[in-house]
């Protein structure tokens, strides 16, 4: 029983620094100078180009996936490809939403649609790994996204941050939309506590 829990002691103490490294914010171009005393934000997003898992195109995984389910029930397939994209504005950008806010906390508001916000965070999703469980074997859900401040007044794009691997849900969650949606949960508790620290 010393043995097992040594090494999985020692397990976690090795995946430590992987899960750090996978969740790390890197700014790829421009600084975070100009955010100082900024307290609104407009929220987009973006998922032109995306690939999917195996797939360099999210076309051809969505077609692969929907006539899977088709042969095995009829309709399924369909109604999985609709549910694939009626995620993002149920699903994704709510949580993203909930969760940013919640850790900008008092410093700033960040919103859809907001007139009163400088600069638009474009949130552009460039890979999705949409994760599985067939009972005896799981993957758990990832993406990777470009964060983009953009000037609303000039278009400009001020600045451009990179965050990879982003964790979502695996365990016994059989929706996809869930297990990715909790990497959504994740991206945007990261961002909110980095933009306090870094930036507002």
Same mark, same amino acid.
């Given at each position: 029983?010393?043995?097992?829990?040594?090494?999985?002691?020692?397990?976690?103490?090795?995946?430590?620094?992987?899960?750090?490294?996978?969740?790390?914010? %890197?700014? +790829?171009?421009?600084?975070?100078? !100009?955010?100082? @005393? &900024?307290?609104?934000?407009?929220?987009?997003? =973006?998922? #032109?180009?995306?690939?999917?898992?195996?797939?360099?195109?999210?076309?051809?995984?969505?077609?692969?996936?929907?006539?899977?389910?088709?042969?095995?029930?009829?309709?399924t397939?369909?109604?999985?490809?609709?549910?694939?994209?009626?995620?993002?504005?149920?699903?994704?950008?709510?949580?993203?939403?909930?969760?940013?806010?919640?850790?900008?906390?008092?410093?700033?508001?960040?919103?859809?649609?907001?007139?009163k916000?400088?600069?638009?965070?474009?949130? %552009?999703? +460039?890979?999705?790994?949409?994760? !599985?469980?067939? @009972? &005896?074997?799981?993957?758990?859900?990832?993406? =990777?996204? #470009?964060?983009?401040?953009?000037?609303?007044?000039?278009?400009?794009?001020?600045?451009?941050?990179?965050?990879?691997?982003?964790?979502?849900?695996?365990?016994?969650?059989?929706?996809?939309?869930?297990r990715?949606?909790?990497a959504?949960?994740?991206?945007?508790?990261?961002?909110?506590?980095?933009?306090?620290?870094?930036?507002?």
């Amino acid at each position: 029983m010393k043995t097992l829990c040594m090494s999985m002691l020692l397990a976690v103490l090795l995946a430590g620094p992987q899960l750090l490294q996978a969740q790390k914010i %890197k700014i +790829v171009s421009g600084n975070l100078k !100009f955010l100082k @005393g &900024v307290d609104q934000f407009d929220l987009a997003y =973006d998922y #032109e180009g995306m690939a999917v898992g195996k797939f360099k195109n999210e076309e051809d995984y969505l077609n692969e996936r929907q006539a899977k389910l088709n042969e095995k029930e009829p309709g399924t397939g369909d109604q999985w490809r609709e549910s694939w994209f009626a995620d993002r504005d149920n699903r994704f950008h709510p949580k993203f939403e909930e969760l940013l806010n919640k850790n900008l906390g008092n410093k700033a508001n960040a919103r859809q649609n907001n007139d009163k916000a400088p600069y638009t965070i474009l949130l %552009k999703t +460039v890979f999705t790994e949409p994760g !599985f469980n067939v @009972g &005896v074997a799981r993957r758990n859900a990832s993406i =990777d996204v #470009e964060i983009h401040f953009i000037d609303k007044a000039t278009g400009e794009t001020r600045a451009v941050m990179e965050m990879s691997k982003i964790p979502g849900r695996g365990g016994f969650d059989y929706d996809t939309g869930i297990r990715i949606m909790e990497a959504y949960a994740k991206c945007g508790k990261e961002l909110g506590k980095y933009l306090v620290k870094k930036a507002l």
